[in-house]
């Protein structure tokens, strides 16, 4: 089997937002995807694209980047035991913040490829309907926040497991979408 940049960086974020909408384990989500953002990053910078990640960069204060803010604490946690070989160490990871890298993926991902498979624009709606107040300054995202909310009515009221079945439903229904299938903007899963 040979796998190109994008292959595996498609491969690995398909599969996190699958876990992620299937109550699957947090850990291995968020090192899919930033696994996968890592990669998507560097072909957006490659390629030119005017990526989230590029948009978000500037916002940083000075001094920061945002591999370290992706990296620290959890990424590098979950790599790497050479720095605190403590088997009884441990680090937070929320909900939030594999919900938060898996977008950081998808956005740039959507803007690299004008498109993705549908696993990438479910989750690109159901983030924006979660957390309309995180897309708020980005013109894109705005863009399709009225859309949204025709698929995900309501559901920035509801609790995080609600909102995850109600992302885990709507994906389920845009993957039997043969219209949705059709677009040339959709890429096939794997």
Same mark, same amino acid.
């Given at each position: ?9 498609? =491969? ?6 699958? /876990? %992620? ?17 890592? @990669? ?29 803010? #992706?990296?620290?604490?959890? =990424? ?14 441990? @680090?937070? /990871? ?8 898996? %977008? ?8 690299? =490829?004008?498109?993705?498979? @549908? ?8 983030? #924006?309907?979660? %957390?309309?107040?995180? @897309? ?21 009221? %509801? ?15 845009? /993957? ?15």
């Amino acid at each position: 089997m040979r796998v190109t940049k994008i292959d595996a960086a498609r =491969r690995q974020l398909i599969t996190a937002i699958r /876990l %992620f909408f299937d109550g699957g384990d947090r850990v291995s989500v968020y090192s899919l995807a930033s696994n996968a953002w890592e @990669v998507i990053d560097v072909l957006c910078t490659s390629a030119g694209v005017q990526s989230f990640s590029k948009q978000a960069r500037e916002n940083l204060p000075a001094g920061h980047t945002l591999s370290y803010y #992706i990296n620290e604490p959890c =990424r590098n946690f979950f790599k790497h035991a050479k720095q605190d070989p403590n088997p009884n160490s441990s @680090v937070e /990871l929320r909900e939030s913040d594999a919900a938060a890298i898996l %977008f950081l993926a998808v956005e740039d991902y959507i803007r690299l =490829r004008q498109g993705g498979p @549908v696993e990438v624009q479910a989750f690109q709606a159901w983030f #924006i309907a979660v %957390f309309p107040e995180k @897309v708020a300054d980005d013109s894109a995202a705005q863009s399709i926040l009225e859309n949204v909310n025709l698929a995900f009515p309501g559901i920035a009221t %509801f609790a995080a497991p609600d909102q995850i079945e109600m992302g885990r439903r709507v994906l389920e229904a845009a /993957l039997r979408d043969p219209e949705l299938a059709a677009d040339p903007q959709t890429e096939p899963s794997l």
